[in-house]
């Protein structure tokens, strides 16, 4: 407002003044030609000093700006997982680093000592597993072995005792009575042989010799017959109580070793389950094992990322506890920042577009970047959006962290399009106003904006070639006379 006040009061002074210095003239001119028409000094009265420019035809792009502080995607502050004390550091603050490179190293001594005992430990358990699966696979058959054997003990005991309990067949006991006959007659025979040389030996007719052949035989028959008599009558008696009870005893007895030859079958899953605790304990002891190389690896602190050492936290000597920072490293390869925009442009923006970024302590640079993405919620009441912009760093990394960015968004570009300066727009009540310079007098448009920068619009209601007024406007009024100031 103050502006277009000092701008009034300029071109006033300059229509006074001009005013002033045609009266003059006109006076001096009254001794020697005609004085001017009364209508030509009232025109020429009126008119207003103006600076023009020419409508010319260029391209206009549309922009939106971004800003925001460039930040790391990766940016970790590396610590110990382990306590223990710092034994090197191979890093330096500003020192390029690759993944996977050596920054600390801790004192490994105490972990290689418990790594020699858990690979004794692992070493015990695998021959306890081993063991255990030997005593799995043989423990069944020695079971079958042993459940056959009392089987077979069990159905002779129970042969034996029906054999007392239903006593001797038919047939043993015609064999019996068969055997008392013949025994008998041989007992006879013999009986009557031995009277014979009892005989002839008294009459001296046979050797002593013959004598006692005929009594051993008669001896013997006479055994004979007492046992197959004595065979008869345990037939014809059958077996005594003692027998059968003694037969009972010995059926339970066989029924007792073959239940417990049964039960071994339970020793057969409990050798199963020796190898299944026998594997777990392996197990176990390899997990310990290879915790502690890990812990042992952890000793070695490495670089999580390709980047920068940004800080050093330790010194050798130092025993840090589990969790100390020993360095933040930061990757400098690519950055980004996150800024918004008014959320008018949501149907403008997408991911992907490109976006130019400037930063104040390279002036002259330009960097290339683009929407990386579009978050899905506004950022503030304001109902901005919020976005996030990302960039590639150079080769030479001139971009750091913490610095601020400006960022350009191309939302459309328009090629040869009558351009328009800022400067000569009138604007009020939502309406854009020029005036354009025909034969001397001003003409009023109202102008149709398509598209802005920050010097020019794209407009519709002028063409390329036409005279627009760019200083002095504000004090014109539709068909006014004006008088342009020389470049």
């Not at 103050?2 to 003044?17: A, C, D, E, F, S």
């Not at 001017?36 to 600076?51: D, H, L, R, S």
């Not at 129970?158 to 047939?171: H, K, N």
């Not at 962290?401 to 090629?415: N, P, Q, S, V, W």
Request: charged letters at 25%; one cysteine or more; glycine letters at 6%.
């Amino acid at each position: 407002m103050k502006t277009n006040l000092r701008k009034r009061k300029l071109y006033g002074i300059v229509g006074i003044v001009a005013l002033t210095t045609a009266l003059l003239a006109g006076c001096g001119r009254g001794g020697g030609g005609g004085a001017p028409a009364p209508q030509a000094q009232a025109n020429e009265a009126a008119a207003v000093t103006v600076a023009v420019q020419t409508i010319r035809t260029g391209n206009l792009s549309e922009t939106a700006a971004v800003t925001g502080e460039l930040q790391a995607y990766n940016d970790t502050t590396v610590a110990t997982k382990l306590g223990g004390k710092i034994i090197e550091v191979r890093v330096l603050e500003g020192q390029r680093v690759r993944k996977g490179d050596v920054i600390a190293v801790q004192d490994p001594t105490d972990l290689k000592l418990q790594i020699r005992q858990a690979e004794a430990a692992v070493r015990a358990a695998e021959s306890n597993l081993r063991q255990a699966e030997i005593a799995a696979r043989t423990q069944p058959d020695q079971t079958d072995a042993q459940i056959r054997a009392a089987k077979a003990a069990l159905e002779s005991a129970r042969a034996r005792l029906r054999a007392l309990q239903t006593g001797a067949r038919p047939q043993e006991r015609q064999q019996a009575e068969q055997a008392v006959a013949a025994a008998r007659a041989n007992f006879e025979l013999a009986r009557a042989n031995y009277e014979r040389a009892q005989q002839l030996y008294q009459q001296g007719a046979i050797p002593k010799q013959q004598l006692d052949s005929a009594r051993t035989a008669f001896e013997a028959a006479q055994a004979q017959l007492r046992q197959a008599e004595e065979a008869l009558s345990l037939v014809r008696e059958g077996p005594r109580q003692e027998e059968i009870e003694a037969a009972e005893q010995a059926v339970r007895q066989a029924e007792e070793a073959y239940r417990q030859a049964t039960l071994g079958k339970a020793q057969d899953e409990l050798a199963q389950r020796r190898v299944e605790a026998a594997r777990a304990a392996l197990q176990q002891a390899q997990a310990n094992l290879a915790l502690l190389r890990q812990q042992l690896a952890d000793t070695v602190i490495r670089a999580p990322f390709d980047g920068v050492v940004a800080q050093r936290f330790v010194d050798i000597g130092v025993v840090a506890g589990a969790g100390t920072p020993v360095a933040r490293i930061v990757s400098l390869d690519r950055l980004y920042f996150e800024g918004t925009l008014p959320e008018v442009l949501l149907r403008e923006v997408r991911v992907g577009m490109p976006v130019t970024v400037r930063v104040d302590a390279f002036p002259n640079r330009v960097f290339n970047a683009q929407i990386e993405a579009i978050y899905p919620a506004v950022a503030d009441q304001a109902r901005n959006l919020r976005i996030r912009v990302s960039l590639a760093n150079p080769s030479d990394l001139p971009l750091k962290t913490g610095l601020f960015a400006r960022g350009e968004i191309l939302i459309r570009e328009y090629k040869n399009v009558p351009l328009t300066p800022k400067l000569a727009l009138l604007e009020k009540g939502g309406t854009t106003r020029v005036f354009v310079v025909e034969d001397g007098v001003a003409k009023q448009r109202t102008l149709k904006v398509v598209a802005t920068n920050t010097d020019y619009i794209y407009a519709e209601g002028v063409r390329v070639g036409e005279t627009i007024v760019t200083r002095g406007q504000d004090l014109l009024s539709d068909g006014q006379p004006v008088r342009v100031l020389e470049p």
